[in-house]
């Protein structure tokens, strides 16, 4: 299939401040709808998958915790062997834009099935989530592309 | 399919004095165990167990980075039949790093805080017809476990589906493993259903006998294995109780996600008791 080059991106300066309020109101406002949330776990200005549902609360389940100052922006990255096809909730406590792909190409090239997270945004069980081409999102995760700005321009999806 | 042997004690009830028993493939030891009338809950009434084990918390994976942690909990849980659930954490430890290779990359991320957001204590609740009894991909509800097929074959159809979210992809066996060993130690299960379940292991390619093992919480078991990309999935059962007793994951070659970590580490266990 054909490989989708992603457009520019404005970065956007974001005060410390606004940073961890945006964190916090779009937790509630990215759960509203979906099932129990009970405060999962994950350090400020990082992505965080969980193998497990329900952010792992209910098992021994696997965290994947990317920060923003050890993860390379702007660009798709692999999530890692082990974590690729696992994911099962997310939860970005952050402000900025994070990008999840169903697959990875390369680290210039989107996946031919992506969709955006704003920051402070969860979702707690991906098997009710969907890829814009209809197919199932639980497990099927394999990159995350971290934005330098909030926002959600040319996002095929949002979460 | 390689067959290992193992030697466990099967003993029937008390009185009886433990017979030492080999079994010599999977097939043995799962025809053995599926046999047995079991030990979960069944239908009808509220499942409760307790499950203890550990965690990896894996930051920055794949990154030059990367570190792992690992947090020990106990939960005490409770399903009624509608699904809702009760989770109370009984215990929580801190996060300990794996290997000293992990706490200097922890130093070189910038000494982020480690913490698995579980507390000694909390108590989480999932509404009705949310608690599933397997812990990926889609859920499987109380009700749906307790009219599970009573055939392998039926019962392998339904974990197959709930395990992959796309119908022209096949789950892979460490994931099944992993699926039927939650499954089969917690879900409220007619005699037959479980019996199926438990034969429906042998439809499962790949998996294999293990040798002998001993739980966290101290109890021996034989392991039925599955292979994955760089992992393998063990479950450990209890032939003479006829009881899934625990699930764990393991490294089986160095990975850029679990710095420092040999072969052989576990990286995540599972251990079931009865509540």
Known sequence: ????????????LVAAGFLTLGAVVGLNAGTASA???????????????????????????????????????????????????????FYANKAFTTDIGK???????????????????????????????GSGMNDTI?????????????????? | MIALTGVVLAGCGAGTTPVPRTYDSARALIESVAGHSGTG??????????????????????????????????????????????????????????????????????????D???????????????????????ALTYQQAAALPTTPAGVLAVVRADSTSSPDVAPPATLLLRQFG?????????PAGRSAAWRALLLVPGVRLCGTATDLAGRTGQGLCADGDG??????????????LEVRKSLTQRSVMYPGAAPGKVVEVDTFLPG
């Open chain 1, 1 to 12: 299939m054909r490989s989708i080059r992603l457009p520019r991106r404005v970065t956007v």
């Open chain 2, 182 to 190: 939650f499954l089969l130690a917690i879900a409220p299960l007619s």
């Open chain 2, 231 to 244: 992992y393998e999935v063990e479950m450990l059962v209890d032939p003479a109780a006829g009881a899934m």
């Open chain 1, 103 to 133: 697959d990875f190409i390369d680290a210039h090239t989107a996946p031919n099935q992506w969709a955006c997270v704003l920051g402070g945004h969860s979702r707690p069980d991906l098997s009710n989530e969907r890829w814009p081409d």
């Open chain 2, 41 to 114: 809950s069944g239908p009808g009434a509220p499942v409760h167990y307790r499950d203890t084990g550990f965690g990896a918390l894996v930051y920055n994976p794949g990154t030059p980075n990367a570190f792992t942690a690992y947090v020990t909990a106990t939960r005490d849980v409770t399903v009624q039949p509608s699904s809702a659930a009760s989770v109370r954490v009984i215990s929580a430890g801190t996060p300990e790093f794996g290997t000293a290779t992990d706490r200097a990359h922890w130093q070189a991320a910038g000494r982020p805080a480690l």
């Open chain 1, 35 to 89: 099932a129990p949330v009970t405060n999962p776990s994950c350090p400020l200005k990082n992505f965080c998958m969980w193998q497990d549902a329900n952010f792992g609360k209910n098992f021994n389940t696997t965290h994947y915790f990317y920060d923003y100052n050890n993860v390379v922006h702007n660009q798709w990255v692999f999530v890692g062997n082990n974590a690729n096809d696992q994911a099962s909730s």
């Open chain 2, 116 to 138: 698995s957001g579980l507390a000694t204590g909390q108590v989480m609740a999932d509404p009705a017809g949310q608690f599933s009894f397997l812990p990926q991909v889609k």
């Open chain 1, 142 to 159: 394999s990159s995350i592309f971290l934005w330098e700005s909030s926002g959600q321009g040319g996002c095929p999806e949002v979460f």
